[in-house]
């Protein structure tokens, strides 16, 4: 397929549409229902179950020069290999197997053999037509050999949302390359016959190297499974907390943010940071953590999008007709192109309470799982604050359906600058799918956010009885 060909399939499947609760929705048959009982807000871009495979492909993707004397990436390798799927199956992996090259070399095709690389981490985002989304985590590396040699990409692709640990594989895949590609495919088979572990349960993985004898790799999921997929601390390192509240309150109000950044690992984990500061809510709209030179076009879109581009493409990013947009610029933790009203869409009192409780890197946290609840629990109380009365204003007919009561959920704060802040709010596609959700039942199985919106009702109860 042509990059033009490819271009189109992104513009096409990647702008979800938005969805209102007073408009007919079409559900394609093959796209998955929310459970009736699951609280709203507990639902994640990325899909799990305890016991899945971990993994869909492995590719290794190289360069290859073309016609013209440029270097093109390529898949040089699939495992494992499909066979015997149906026509929409079939179409559906040639579209995934074609983008994938794009996104794990999408600084373009002016490489030369080096001598020295220093490997890279990242990850992409590939959204399908029915909002469903699979995630390429990548290794960028420079195989052993004699000589300059071009560099070669490990993607493993999953539905799967969890950084740490798939940065753990790469890790062994990295060490195993090293000494031999074909000592890769066997820890990956094993990998693919070992079910996917629980929130805080430990899966072991047995594999053969060379020399080394039988190793055991433990890999061990977070307990906390909503924020496995992120590392707030690359987000803190590049921008000010001030600045990030900025851009929390511009992806609230769903706006169109660009980060820029120099190395690929930077760019990703500060685009899935951003987007894991909206829970309990999902951003529902274009989200590219990394952009290929061969597709900056198509951001330049009148639908929100958060992406991310490297900022050797500042110039051709800056040339692009875009309006209303949040430029952001990791590398000197500063924006570069604002709306103008970014410091005034969050109720100043809660901006105060959001400073005064985010961590800095430098605060003595022992983990990174504990540095990440510390600064999800900011963003999850403003929430909490905000629209945690909404329970309240969704009224229930005799068949226990629910109808949400816009109006006066908007007036019921006391506070005149979070009035205006849900009247805006409430109109965003990601308030709609979490209200969509509250409405379908009363009985629903406990998630988080239910559980801090509990503890803070509590906490009202008791200082009015003080």
Known sequence: MAVEGIARFFRNSLRRRSVRRDEPQDVPPTESKVDAGRRPGDRSSFPYSAGQLFFEYLVVVSLKKNSGGNYEPKITYQFPKRENLLRGQREEEERLLQAIPLFCFPDGNEWAPLTEYTSETFSFVLTNVDGSRKIGYCRRLLPTGRGARLPEVYCIISCLGCFGLFSKILDEVEKRRQISAAVIYPFMQGLRESPFPAPGKTVTIKSFIPDSGTELLELTRPLDSRLEHVEFQALLQCLSPDKILQIFASAALERRIVFLAEDLSSLSKCIHAAAALLYPFTWAHTYIPVVPEQLLSTVCCPTPFMVGIQKRYLEEVLDQPMEEVLLVDLCEGKFLKLVGDEE???????????????????????????????????????????????????????????????????????????RRFLKRFVKTQMFSLFIQEAERSRKCVEGYFQQKLNEYQEQKKLRRLS
């Open 344 to 418: 005034e869409i969050l109720p100043g009192k809660l901006q105060s309470e959001m400073l005064a409780s985010l961590p800095t890197v430098s605060n003595n946290i022992k983990t990174s799982e504990e540095f990440n609840v510390r600064v999800s629990d900011t963003f999850v109380q403003f929430f909490v604050k905000t629209i945690g009365h909404y329970p309240a204003h969704i009224k229930w007919n005799r068949s226990g359906q629910g109808c949400f009561q816009e109006r006066s959920f908007c007036k019921a704060p006391t506070s005149k600058t979070c």
